[in-house]
């Protein structure tokens, strides 16, 4: 596998200022991109209990909580990790 068939997207790094989060369109499982600090990380945009898309969701601080039932999730802790490359 080439590192061209693993990039899911690219998000300039001013985008994510103040907090911002961001969702790529990767069918199945779209991605959510943030900062954290000044860490750009990556998780599944589907939230863990219901599927709501965590990107419509409130951030605080290193979590999102989620729009549907206010779950909170961590947003460095999830499986894609650091995936995400500042650009
Ligand atoms: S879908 Fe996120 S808490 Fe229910």
Do not use: W
């Not at 000044?38 to 209990?49: F, G, L, Q, V, Y």
């Not at 219901?50 to 979590?63: F, I, M, N, T, V």
């Not at 549907?68 to 460095?76: H, I, N, T």
């Amino acid at each position: 596998m080439t590192l061209a068939s693993k990039l899911v997207g690219r998000v300039p790094r001013e985008r994510l200022q103040e907090g911002a989060m961001l969702r790529l369109e990767y069918p199945p499982f779209h991605v959510l991109v943030a900062l954290v600090g000044t860490t750009p990380c990556a998780i599944e945009d589907a939230c863990n209990h219901a599927g709501a898309s965590l990107s419509e969701g409130e951030r605080r601080g290193a979590c999102v909580i989620c729009p549907d039932a206010r779950l909170r999730l961590r947003v460095e802790d999830r499986p894609f990790g650091r995936a995400a490359r500042a650009v």
